[in-house]
């Protein structure tokens, strides 16, 4: 027999061998020596009171025996003779749609930007080091999208547009640890995805699919409102049956590329800020309430705050425990920060993007001559404000957070985990009123939520522009472009996806609706 139960644990009890059977055979009313084994199937934390909780949520096996670990099996299909699918862009969406492709029976061929994960690197030191942007090959383009070196964050509340547990499972079977399966709020680490991406390559290739790096799309081939080519930036043309577009929230060239062959886009609300840098230790003692160091079965502490400034949201975005700010930018002249997480967590500094809502029919009255990209315009010339403030290179504008607030320059910058470096500048009179004042106002009750939050001892850093895009590339209920017949708006490139899980199950959703076509 198998009963599910919930459990609560404190950190005493959580260190005591046994603990979890213990408590299981005394909540269900079974002698000890009965219980044959304890699954944990789901695990949380508690920190709202004094006394820290891990909730589990197990499978008690009662005088039953454990089955074997699972093993997770997708019917990969040999397509190297099927017909093409085409998808653009290798992030979660395109990943997810190749693969979805290959267990349909169809051959994806993928077209990216950038490079594969083992090379871009070097794009990133470069970045970091000599605050050299290569636009192809950066923090959001290349092999695994901008998830690749990020927190790896597997949150999602797309409840209703997949199945979630089987993202996860394809991530397991790619070498992800089944720890994803069972925490809360999962994540896989910035140093452990590059190798998950790789298998995921490797499995594509394997079945006869193709990915082609370093293969920017510069134009489409479009005859009686369907696309029938992609042209490449090497000059080739590629015949296409039908194209899954997965190109990211940062591909602001595919963006104009459509809005100048007049296909049909819509400008779309977003949201912007900056980067608030603590030490970690600071955001422990407040989320766990304890003095000095944390306790070492918990992990670095999380935070997730929203506030409302006049009607418009204020609130924290992409938080990384644990972790570094990265230098996000796609081109040069242009500075945008962006946060990521080892696996184990284990930096000396927290940060998590800030950013206020910007509502594009109402907001943004001087950038109306943009038309539908004018969401697109405002985010690129805060950017490159940023790259002025900072000193013209990947140097980032900073601020004391109490400086900030209060409203006066900072005469020294606290430690940082930003390697380009921080440039002293006042951000209060930089940044737009409408994002600056609200900022100022949401820090203020952001330390009255979190007791020792607002201090001296935190930084914040400019700017946190690339939440999500400020662009909608429109679809059908089939997901099909209303207008362009074989054209699949997919991911967070589209404006249907803001995560990498919610990206992955667009990307199979859009394979899905490709397939019916051919």
């Given at each position: 027999?198998?009963?599910?139960?919930?459990?609560?644990?404190?950190?005493?009890?959580?260190?005591?061998?046994?603990?979890?059977?213990?408590?299981?055979?005394?909540?269900?009313?079974?002698?000890?020596?009965?219980?044959?084994?304890?699954?944990?199937?789901?695990?949380?934390?508690?920190?709202?009171?004094?006394?820290?909780?891990?909730?589990?949520?197990?499978?008690?096996?009662?005088?039953?025996?454990?089955?074997?670990?699972?093993?997770?099996?997708?019917?990969?299909?040999?397509?190297?003779?099927?017909?093409?699918?085409?998808?653009?862009?290798?992030?979660?969406?395109?990943?997810?749609a190749a693969l979805r492709c290959i267990e349909l029976g169809y051959k994806p061929v993928v077209l990216e930007r950038g490079k594969n994960v083992q090379d871009?690197?070097?794009?990133?030191?470069?970045?970091?080091?000599?605050?050299?942007?290569?636009?192809?090959?950066?923090?959001?383009?290349?092999?695994?999208?901008?998830?690749?070196?990020?927190?790896?964050?597997?949150?999602?509340?797309?409840?209703?547009?997949?199945?979630?547990?089987?993202?996860?499972?394809?991530?397991?079977?790619?070498?992800?640890?089944?720890?994803?399966?069972?925490?809360?709020?999962?994540?896989?680490?910035?140093?452990?995805?590059?190798?998950?991406?790789?298998?995921?390559?490797?499995?594509?290739?394997?079945?006869?699919?193709?990915?082609?790096?370093?293969?920017?799309?510069?134009?489409?081939?479009?005859?009686?409102?369907?696309?029938?080519?992609?042209?490449?930036?090497?000059?080739?043309?590629?015949?296409?049956?039908?194209?899954?577009?997965?190109?990211?929230?940062?591909?602001?060239?595919?963006?104009?590329?459509?809005?100048?062959?007049?296909?049909?886009?819509?400008?779309?609300?977003?949201?912007?800020?900056?980067?608030?840098?603590?030490?970690?230790?600071?955001?422990?003692?407040?989320?766990?309430?304890?003095?000095?160091?944390?306790?070492?079965?918990?992990?670095?502490?999380?935070?997730?705050?929203?506030?409302?400034?006049?009607?418009?949201?204020?609130?924290?975005?992409?938080?990384?425990?644990?972790?570094?700010?990265?230098?996000?930018?796609?081109?040069?002249?242009?500075?945008?920060?962006?946060?990521?997480?080892?696996?184990?967590?284990?930096?000396?500094?927290?940060?998590?993007?800030?950013?206020?809502?910007?509502?594009?029919?109402?907001?943004?009255?001087?950038?109306?001559?943009?038309?539908?990209?004018?969401?697109?315009?405002?985010?690129?010339?805060?950017?490159?404000?940023?790259?002025?403030?900072?000193?013209?290179?990947?140097?980032?504008?900073?601020?004391?957070?109490?400086?900030?607030?209060?409203?006066?320059?900072?005469?020294?910058?606290?430690?940082?985990?930003?390697?380009?470096?921080?440039?002293?500048?006042?951000?209060?009179?930089?940044?737009?009123?409408?994002?600056?004042?609200?900022?100022?106002?949401?820090?203020?009750?952001?330390?009255?939520?979190?007791?020792?939050?607002?201090?001296?001892?935190?930084?914040?850093?400019?700017?946190?522009?690339?939440?999500?895009?400020?662009?909608?590339?429109?679809?059908?209920?089939?997901?099909?472009?209303?207008?362009?017949?074989?054209?699949?708006?997919?991911?967070?490139?589209?404006?249907?996806?803001?995560?990498?899980?919610?990206?992955?199950?667009?990307?199979?959703?859009?394979?899905?609706?490709?397939?019916?076509?051919?």
């Open positions: 027999m198998v009963k599910e139960v919930q459990l609560r644990v404190n950190l005493v009890e959580e260190r005591q061998s046994s603990i979890l059977e213990r408590k299981a055979a005394k909540q269900l009313g079974v002698d000890l020596s009965e219980i044959t084994a304890v699954k944990v199937l789901r695990k949380s934390i508690d920190a709202r009171k004094k006394q820290t909780i891990f909730n589990y949520k197990v499978a008690v096996y009662i005088n039953e025996s454990l089955p074997t670990a699972p093993n997770y099996v997708f019917e990969y299909k040999d397509v190297s003779s099927a017909r093409e699918i085409h998808i653009i862009g290798f992030g979660p969406a395109g990943m997810y871009r690197r070097r794009d990133l030191r470069a970045i970091n080091q000599f605050h050299d942007v290569n636009e192809d090959s950066n923090y959001c383009f290349g092999e695994g999208g901008a998830g690749t070196y990020s927190d790896g964050k597997l949150y999602t509340r797309s409840l209703k547009r997949g199945d979630v547990r089987r993202i996860f499972e394809n991530l397991v079977y790619h070498g992800a640890t089944e720890q994803i399966l069972i925490d809360a709020h999962p994540h896989i680490g910035t140093n452990k995805l590059p190798k998950i991406i790789e298998n995921i390559r490797e499995t594509i290739l394997k079945y006869g699919g193709e990915i082609h790096f370093e293969s920017r799309v510069t134009d489409f081939v479009i005859k009686n409102n369907k696309i029938h080519a992609i042209h490449l930036q090497n000059g080739s043309e590629m015949t296409v049956n039908c194209v899954i577009l997965a190109t990211g929230h940062s591909s602001r060239d595919i963006y104009q590329l459509l809005h100048k062959k007049d296909i049909l886009l819509k400008a779309k609300s977003f949201a912007m800020g900056v980067r608030v840098e603590h030490p970690q230790e600071i955001i422990d003692q407040i989320q766990y309430s304890c003095e000095g160091v944390r306790d070492e079965l918990l992990p670095a502490a999380a935070y997730s705050l929203v506030h409302q400034v006049n009607n418009r949201g204020v609130y924290s975005f992409c938080m990384c425990p644990g972790g570094f700010i990265v230098p996000a930018a796609t081109a040069n002249g242009e500075v945008v920060v962006n946060g990521m997480s080892p696996s184990r967590r284990n930096n000396k500094f927290a940060n998590s993007g800030i950013v206020v809502e910007i509502n594009v029919d109402k907001d943004l009255p001087k950038y109306e001559k943009y038309g539908v990209l004018k969401g697109l315009q405002y985010q690129k010339d805060l950017e490159v404000l940023a790259f002025n403030a900072g000193g013209r290179s990947q140097v980032a504008p900073a601020q004391r957070l109490t400086d900030f607030v209060e409203g006066r320059l900072s005469n020294s910058l606290n430690e940082t985990s930003y390697q380009p470096g921080l440039n002293s500048s006042p951000l209060h009179s930089i940044l737009p009123k409408l994002i600056g004042g609200s900022l100022r106002k949401g820090f203020a009750a952001f330390g009255k939520k979190m007791h020792g939050y607002y201090t001296a001892e935190a930084n914040i850093i400019g700017v946190e522009s690339r939440t999500s895009s400020p662009v909608n590339i429109p679809r059908k209920e089939n997901l099909e472009h209303p207008q362009i017949q074989g054209l699949f708006p997919c991911g967070e490139g589209g404006g249907y996806a803001g995560g990498i899980i919610s990206a992955a199950m667009d990307g199979e959703r859009c394979a899905e609706a490709a397939i019916t076509l051919l």
